[in-house]
T-cell receptor, first 114, second 115 residues
Framework: AQTVTQSQPEMSVQEAETVTLSCTYDTSESDYYLFWYKQPPSRQMILVIRQEAYKQQNATENRFSVNFQKAAKSFSLKISDSQLGDAAMYFCAYRRGYGNKLVFGAGTILRVKS | EPEVTQTPSHQVTQMGQEVILRCVPISNHLYFYWYRQILGQKVEFLVSFYNNEISEKSEIFDDQFSVERPDGSNFTLKIRSTKLEDSAMYFC?????????????FGPGTRLLVL
Protein backbone atom coordinates (compact mmCIF):
# COMPACT_ATOMS: atom_id res chain seq x y z
CA ALA A 1 0.00 0.00 0.00
CA GLN A 2 1.13 3.50 -0.70
CA THR A 3 1.98 5.77 2.20
CA VAL A 4 2.75 9.46 2.45
CA THR A 5 4.77 10.89 5.31
CA GLN A 6 5.07 14.51 6.37
CA SER A 7 7.59 14.64 9.17
CA GLN A 8 7.05 18.28 10.14
CA PRO A 9 3.84 18.75 12.15
CA GLU A 10 4.39 22.50 12.25
CA MET A 11 6.61 25.09 10.57
CA SER A 12 7.02 28.84 10.94
CA VAL A 13 8.31 31.39 8.49
CA GLN A 14 8.78 35.11 8.54
CA GLU A 15 6.79 37.09 6.01
CA ALA A 16 8.71 37.50 2.73
CA GLU A 17 11.06 34.63 3.52
CA THR A 18 11.24 31.16 2.06
CA VAL A 19 10.12 27.93 3.67
CA THR A 20 10.33 24.30 2.58
CA LEU A 21 7.83 21.65 3.61
CA SER A 22 8.95 18.03 3.43
CA CYS A 23 7.12 15.01 2.10
CA THR A 24 8.23 11.47 1.44
CA TYR A 25 6.20 8.65 -0.01
CA ASP A 26 6.43 4.96 -0.52
CA THR A 27 5.19 3.18 -3.60
CA SER A 28 6.16 0.37 -5.91
CA GLU A 29 4.33 1.99 -8.82
CA SER A 30 6.20 3.75 -11.61
CA ASP A 31 3.26 5.83 -12.81
CA TYR A 32 1.88 8.21 -10.21
CA TYR A 33 1.14 11.81 -9.40
CA LEU A 34 1.97 13.95 -6.42
CA PHE A 35 0.10 16.94 -5.11
CA TRP A 36 0.28 19.64 -2.50
CA TYR A 37 -3.05 20.84 -1.15
CA LYS A 38 -3.55 23.84 1.11
CA GLN A 39 -6.25 23.85 3.78
CA PRO A 40 -6.75 27.33 5.29
CA PRO A 41 -8.86 27.87 8.42
CA SER A 42 -11.96 27.91 6.22
CA ARG A 43 -11.09 24.20 5.73
CA GLN A 44 -11.70 24.13 1.97
CA MET A 45 -8.82 22.22 0.41
CA ILE A 46 -7.21 23.94 -2.50
CA LEU A 47 -4.76 22.43 -4.95
CA VAL A 48 -1.43 24.26 -4.81
CA ILE A 49 0.73 22.29 -7.22
CA ARG A 50 1.01 18.89 -8.88
CA GLN A 51 3.86 16.81 -10.25
CA GLU A 52 3.73 13.94 -12.70
CA ALA A 53 6.24 11.23 -11.78
CA TYR A 54 7.36 10.77 -15.36
CA LYS A 55 8.44 14.40 -15.61
CA GLN A 56 11.94 15.18 -14.48
CA GLN A 57 11.35 18.91 -14.42
CA ASN A 58 10.13 20.25 -11.09
CA ALA A 59 6.70 21.88 -11.18
CA THR A 60 6.40 25.58 -10.45
CA GLU A 61 3.35 27.75 -9.82
CA ASN A 62 4.27 31.37 -9.13
CA ARG A 63 5.79 31.43 -5.62
CA PHE A 64 5.33 27.70 -5.14
CA SER A 65 7.76 25.12 -6.45
CA VAL A 66 8.59 21.53 -5.71
CA ASN A 67 11.78 19.57 -5.39
CA PHE A 68 10.90 16.15 -6.73
CA GLN A 69 13.51 13.50 -6.10
CA LYS A 70 12.08 10.32 -7.58
CA ALA A 71 14.82 7.95 -6.51
CA ALA A 72 14.62 9.19 -2.94
CA LYS A 73 10.80 9.31 -3.10
CA SER A 74 10.84 12.83 -1.85
CA PHE A 75 8.52 15.67 -2.84
CA SER A 76 9.11 18.90 -0.95
CA LEU A 77 7.25 22.18 -1.39
CA LYS A 78 9.08 25.47 -1.41
CA ILE A 79 7.16 28.66 -0.78
CA SER A 80 9.07 31.81 -1.71
CA ASP A 81 8.27 35.32 -0.51
CA SER A 82 5.86 33.95 2.09
CA GLN A 83 2.68 35.91 2.66
CA LEU A 84 0.27 35.99 5.59
CA GLY A 85 -2.31 34.32 3.37
CA ASP A 86 -0.05 31.29 3.02
CA ALA A 87 -0.77 30.33 6.63
CA ALA A 88 -2.63 27.05 6.46
CA MET A 89 -2.35 23.30 6.82
CA TYR A 90 -0.49 21.82 3.86
CA PHE A 91 -1.12 18.27 2.76
CA CYS A 92 1.05 16.22 0.48
CA ALA A 93 -0.92 13.65 -1.51
CA TYR A 94 -0.23 10.76 -3.84
CA ARG A 95 -2.31 9.23 -6.57
CA ARG A 96 -1.36 6.26 -8.66
CA GLY A 97 -1.60 6.68 -12.39
CA TYR A 98 -4.58 4.47 -13.01
CA GLY A 99 -6.74 5.28 -10.03
CA ASN A 100 -8.54 8.20 -8.48
CA LYS A 101 -7.90 7.71 -4.80
CA LEU A 102 -5.75 10.36 -3.19
CA VAL A 103 -3.55 9.20 -0.31
CA PHE A 104 -2.75 12.05 2.04
CA GLY A 105 0.03 12.74 4.49
CA ALA A 106 -0.72 13.92 8.01
CA GLY A 107 -0.24 17.55 7.10
CA THR A 108 2.07 20.38 8.14
CA ILE A 109 0.72 23.51 9.80
CA LEU A 110 2.47 26.55 8.36
CA ARG A 111 2.49 29.73 10.44
CA VAL A 112 3.55 33.00 8.84
CA LYS A 113 4.85 35.71 11.14
CA SER A 114 4.60 39.37 10.29
CA GLU B 1 -15.33 30.24 -10.39
CA PRO B 2 -17.38 27.03 -10.00
CA GLU B 3 -16.97 25.26 -6.70
CA VAL B 4 -18.10 22.19 -4.83
CA THR B 5 -20.63 22.96 -2.11
CA GLN B 6 -21.63 20.88 0.88
CA THR B 7 -24.52 20.99 3.31
CA PRO B 8 -24.85 21.18 6.19
CA SER B 9 -21.60 22.73 7.37
CA HIS B 10 -22.10 21.17 10.81
CA GLN B 11 -24.27 18.30 11.97
CA VAL B 12 -24.75 16.89 15.43
CA THR B 13 -26.50 13.55 15.79
CA GLN B 14 -27.12 10.85 18.33
CA MET B 15 -25.36 7.52 18.07
CA GLY B 16 -27.44 5.06 16.07
CA GLN B 17 -29.16 7.74 14.01
CA GLU B 18 -28.96 7.96 10.25
CA VAL B 19 -27.34 10.99 8.65
CA ILE B 20 -27.21 12.18 5.08
CA LEU B 21 -24.47 14.51 3.99
CA ARG B 22 -25.07 16.43 0.80
CA CYS B 23 -22.77 17.68 -1.87
CA VAL B 24 -23.26 19.58 -5.09
CA PRO B 25 -20.29 18.84 -7.36
CA ILE B 26 -19.11 21.18 -10.08
CA SER B 27 -21.70 20.96 -12.82
CA ASN B 28 -19.70 19.41 -15.67
CA HIS B 29 -17.84 16.98 -13.45
CA LEU B 30 -18.50 13.27 -13.79
CA TYR B 31 -16.44 11.75 -10.99
CA PHE B 32 -17.31 12.19 -7.33
CA TYR B 33 -15.54 11.33 -4.12
CA TRP B 34 -15.96 11.32 -0.38
CA TYR B 35 -13.08 11.67 2.04
CA ARG B 36 -13.08 12.07 5.78
CA GLN B 37 -10.72 13.58 8.33
CA ILE B 38 -11.00 12.55 11.94
CA LEU B 39 -9.78 15.38 14.15
CA GLY B 40 -6.00 15.42 14.28
CA GLN B 41 -5.65 12.62 11.75
CA LYS B 42 -5.05 12.24 8.04
CA VAL B 43 -7.57 12.85 5.32
CA GLU B 44 -8.76 9.39 4.27
CA PHE B 45 -10.40 8.25 1.07
CA LEU B 46 -13.83 6.67 1.45
CA VAL B 47 -15.30 6.16 -2.00
CA SER B 48 -15.31 7.24 -5.62
CA PHE B 49 -18.39 7.22 -7.82
CA TYR B 50 -18.92 7.39 -11.55
CA ASN B 51 -21.84 6.68 -13.85
CA ASN B 52 -24.09 5.85 -10.91
CA GLU B 53 -21.75 3.21 -9.59
CA ILE B 54 -19.07 2.97 -6.97
CA SER B 55 -15.75 2.72 -8.80
CA GLU B 56 -13.53 2.31 -5.77
CA LYS B 57 -14.00 2.16 -2.02
CA SER B 58 -11.79 1.85 1.02
CA GLU B 59 -11.99 -0.58 3.93
CA ILE B 60 -13.63 2.19 5.95
CA PHE B 61 -16.59 2.26 3.57
CA ASP B 62 -18.50 -0.65 5.04
CA ASP B 63 -22.18 -1.55 4.89
CA GLN B 64 -23.06 1.37 7.12
CA PHE B 65 -22.16 3.75 4.34
CA SER B 66 -23.85 4.34 1.02
CA VAL B 67 -23.63 6.93 -1.72
CA GLU B 68 -26.18 8.11 -4.19
CA ARG B 69 -26.70 10.62 -6.91
CA PRO B 70 -30.42 11.13 -6.48
CA ASP B 71 -30.75 13.76 -9.18
CA GLY B 72 -28.62 15.59 -11.69
CA SER B 73 -26.90 17.80 -9.17
CA ASN B 74 -26.64 16.26 -5.72
CA PHE B 75 -24.26 13.59 -4.47
CA THR B 76 -25.00 12.20 -1.03
CA LEU B 77 -23.25 10.14 1.61
CA LYS B 78 -25.52 8.25 3.99
CA ILE B 79 -24.37 6.76 7.26
CA ARG B 80 -27.04 4.30 8.28
CA SER B 81 -26.42 3.97 12.01
CA THR B 82 -23.84 6.41 13.25
CA LYS B 83 -21.15 5.47 15.74
CA LEU B 84 -19.04 7.71 17.93
CA GLU B 85 -16.04 7.01 15.73
CA ASP B 86 -17.85 8.44 12.70
CA SER B 87 -17.30 11.90 14.14
CA ALA B 88 -15.13 13.62 11.57
CA MET B 89 -15.00 16.22 8.85
CA TYR B 90 -16.40 14.79 5.64
CA PHE B 91 -15.16 16.23 2.36
CA CYS B 92 -16.80 15.82 -1.00
CA UNK B 93 -14.71 16.24 -4.15
CA UNK B 94 -15.34 16.08 -7.86
CA UNK B 95 -13.32 15.91 -11.05
CA UNK B 96 -14.16 16.32 -14.68
CA UNK B 97 -12.61 13.03 -15.71
CA UNK B 98 -10.57 10.22 -14.28
CA UNK B 99 -7.39 10.69 -16.23
CA UNK B 100 -4.11 11.42 -14.52
CA UNK B 101 -4.28 15.05 -15.52
CA UNK B 102 -7.53 15.54 -13.65
CA UNK B 103 -7.68 17.60 -10.50
CA UNK B 104 -10.04 16.80 -7.68
CA UNK B 105 -11.79 19.90 -6.37
CA PHE B 106 -12.84 19.74 -2.76
CA GLY B 107 -15.81 21.19 -0.98
CA PRO B 108 -15.57 23.00 2.36
CA GLY B 109 -16.58 19.92 4.34
CA THR B 110 -19.30 18.90 6.78
CA ARG B 111 -18.28 18.53 10.39
CA LEU B 112 -20.19 15.58 11.85
CA LEU B 113 -20.35 15.09 15.59
CA VAL B 114 -21.87 11.88 16.93
CA LEU B 115 -22.90 11.97 20.58
Amino acid sequence: AQTVTQSQPEMSVQEAETVTLSCTYDTSESDYYLFWYKQPPSRQMILVIRQEAYKQQNATENRFSVNFQKAAKSFSLKISDSQLGDAAMYFCAYRRGYGNKLVFGAGTILRVKS
Amino acid sequence: EPEVTQTPSHQVTQMGQEVILRCVPISNHLYFYWYRQILGQKVEFLVSFYNNEISEKSEIFDDQFSVERPDGSNFTLKIRSTKLEDSAMYFCASSEGSGPQETQYFGPGTRLLVL
